[in-house]
């Protein structure tokens, strides 16, 4: 036992030094719950074999020697967790020894990096991560770059207020940033948590902004001048200090009615624009939290109810390739379907040869698949003491499987790629990009139909897009359309036409021009053919541009297959020039902060935040005390609510036209 004992501390502690210190997750969630379930039953069976590095007796890692390390003011401790309703009733038992009528409150545990937030005389003057609870790192720069983290308190003076909280990284934004990563052929994020520590301990404050991380409040540390009665109540103070703050989701003295809403939250947690990793649950008043105290390490009025496992094993049946628009193949691996984070998962990214050959992945394999919400789900390790010699191992073909052209790895990358630029795999995905909604935005036209339409005969370059309206009568009796939906379809295109310069750029899916830089050739050089003729040092003069963007542009313009290009483009009417080029500055709505939600009828909402943008406006995703109006269409949902609790002017589509439009 005692072996055993050793051998689970120098595993948990090189986890854990992997985990908080390098943002890397070696094993699951799970994996690593089960081995310290196991080393916390074997001390309390041996205490005398109890080492003094155990885990068990710390919290979190040690501080990174990269970044300034400051003492918490507060020290941070864990929370000890619960798996079942076992755990849960055990732990409301051993609450009821010292409190009769315990009150508890649960929130959503989310899974990011725990830092807390100092503020004096309503400024926030200093931000650290949690580290190893006694000491962490001081990211207060970073911090700042944190749009929804307040930087000035609303309310009244407070001379000094230490508050906990969860940096995190949205669903939505990991997938983006995930997508541009696989486009730039650059490592790929695991999963929101590490995106999240890993972007927040950056040395250079404009990588943290521009991973867009957002914070939530869950805790006050400290506070002078203020005293509180319960949780409840200074979540109410946080709230119109300005604070976002963790959702409360109960309270009442029922254990079971805790654990009934925990598996509520379980059930639609991919519903949540954030990553969750289980609950927490905490008595509600606080002096009944000071009788409680804490033991060395963790605080005994509350606990952590720990999800199930967001991780599966099943069979890997084959590895087969996608191409991507640049031609670059990716491999995904064809898995044996099997349930898992709200759908059944038949297929998994494995995103080029070093990520297979670094994880020994082979066809016919067990795999763990790992799968955050709404995420590709993607192989997390293979199951190599379950090989039974029937493994094969994957090697890139030498020609490209949809045109049989000449396969060749992409110099100092991991990236293999078609050499066929008229590749009608890579047309395919150059049709994609040049219709989705941050380019020519031509709803309608998704991955499936392009490839109907390919099948069909109907679709080989971009160019037959704007063909299609020849076509109407053969297209609506296609299995699956209409006259509704090709008209839809027809007129998405026509609108196309109109688009301005900068979705034009990006929606021709130059190597490496992105929506920034598009905005900038538009902005600089006002049409597609002053693009076109710009010499290297016309473009690198261009603030940001630098050779290999510059390499990008020149390589598009003088691939045979481009040479007509901008003739083709304006032979079907397709809008070439920057459309505000002429137009007047207006700066109207210069300070003002907007949030947009709901549908309108005659405005898609990227829309309506092009036309307050191009007017000095600032569009934000969430509502807070900065925002200054909120513009309402059908079905606005929680952001109106919070508008209406804030005292934040709202605009009707009607309201919003006289004011601006």
């Keep these: 036992m005692k072996k055993r004992m050793e051998e689970l501390v120098k595993l948990i502690n090189y986890y854990n030094k992997k985990y908080h210190e390098q943002d890397i997750s070696e094993i699951s969630d799970y994996e690593y719950d089960e081995l310290y379930k196991e080393l916390v039953k074997l001390e309390a069976e041996y205490p005398q074999f109890v080492s003094a ?13 990269n970044l300034k390390n400051i003492k918490h003011p507060v020290p941070l401790e864990s ?22 009528k315990p009150e508890y409150v649960l929130e959503k545990k989310l899974d990011g990096l725990s830092v807390t937030l100092l503020y004096e005389n309503n400024e926030f003057v200093l931000g650290l991560t949690r580290g190893d609870g006694i000491s962490g790192e001081d990211v207060t720069v970073n911090l700042r770059t944190i749009e929804n983290l307040p930087k000035k308190l609303s309310g009244n003076k407070i001379d ?17 940033l995930n997508e541009e990563a696989r486009e730039q052929n650059t490592k790929l994020f695991a999963n929101p948590r590490n995106a999240a520590a890993g972007s927040l301990r950056q040395l250079d404050p404009s990588i943290t902004k521009n991973r867009r991380l957002k914070v939530k409040v869950f805790n006050i540390q400290k506070i002078e001048g203020y005293t509180f009665s319960n949780h409840k109540e200074s979540f109410d103070f946080l709230n119109k200090l300005g604070f976002p703050v963790n959702d409360l989701e109960i309270v009442t003295n029922d254990i079971s009615k805790v654990y009934e809403k925990i598996k509520e939250i379980n059930s639609s947690r991919n519903k949540f624009e954030f990553e969750i990793d289980g609950a927490v649950i905490k008595i509600n008043n606080l002096n009944d939290r000071e009788v409680l105290g804490s033991t060395a390490k963790a605080p005994r009025w509350a606990v952590a109810f720990k999800f199930p496992p967001e991780e599966i094993e099943t069979d890997l049946l084959d590895i087969y390739l996608q191409i991507g628009r640049t031609g670059v193949l990716t491999p995904n691996a064809l898995l044996k379907p099997v349930y898992l984070a709200g759908s059944t998962v038949s297929r998994a990214s494995l995103h080029n040869m070093n990520y297979i050959e670094s994880k020994d992945i082979r066809i016919n394999d067990k795999v763990v698949v790992y799968k955050g919400g709404d995420i590709i789900p993607t192989i997390l390790k293979s199951v190599k003491e379950k090989r039974n010699g029937k493994e094969i191992i994957f090697t890139m073909p030498s020609k490209c499987p949809y045109c049989d052209h000449k396969v060749e790895q992409v110099e100092d990358q991991a990236a293999y790629k078609c050499s066929n630029y008229s590749c009608i795999g890579q047309v395919l995905r150059r049709i994609e990009h040049f219709s989705s909604k941050d380019a020519m935005d031509i709803e309608g036209l998704s991955r499936a139909t392009i490839e109907l339409l390919n099948k069909e005969g109907f679709l080989n370059s971009i160019f037959d897009i704007y063909k299609l309206h020849e076509k109407r009568d053969k297209l609506i009796e296609l299995k699956g359309f209409g006259p509704k939906k090709v008209d839809n379809l027809l007129n998405a295109i026509e609108a196309s036409k109109n688009v301005d310069l900068d979705r034009l750029i990006f929606a021709l899916g130059i190597d490496n021009v992105g929506k920034t830089i598009a905005s900038l050739f538009s902005d600089n050089l006002k049409s597609l053919k002053a693009l076109k003729d710009a010499s290297y040092e016309e473009l690198t003069s261009i603030e940001t541009v630098g050779p290999l963007i510059a390499k990008g542009i020149s390589d598009f313009f003088s691939n045979p297959a481009n040479e ?8 079907n009417n397709i809008n070439t020039r920057a459309l505000t080029q002429d137009k007047p500055s207006d700066l109207s709505l210069k300070d003002l902060t907007f949030v947009i939600t709901g549908s309108f009828e005659k405005y898609k909402r990227s829309e309506l935040q092009k036309i307050l943008e191009e007017k000095g406006g600032k569009v934000t995703s969430s509502v ?6 909120v513009i309402a269409g059908e079905n606005p949902g929680s952001k109106l609510t919070k508008a209406q609790e804030l005292n934040i002017k709202v605009l009707s589509l009607e309201e919003l036209e006289e004011f601006v439009l």
């Excluded at 755990?87 to 010292?98: S, T």
């Excluded at 807070?624 to 109006?629: E, H, I, Q, R, V």
């Design 564 to 571: 007509n290009i901008i003739i083709n483009l304006e032979a």
């Design 160 to 176: 000094y207020l230490l508050v906990r909280g969860e940096v995190y990284m949205s669903k939505s934004t990991f997938i983006e």
């Design 53 to 65: 590095d155990s885990p068990t007796l710390k919290v979190g890692g040690r501080p990174s020697e």
């Design 79 to 100: 929370l000890s967790n619960a798996f079942s309703l076992e755990d849960l009733i055990a732990f409301d038992k051993r609450i009821k020894k010292d409190i009769e």
């Design 624 to 629: 807070s005390k900065n925002t200054d109006y």
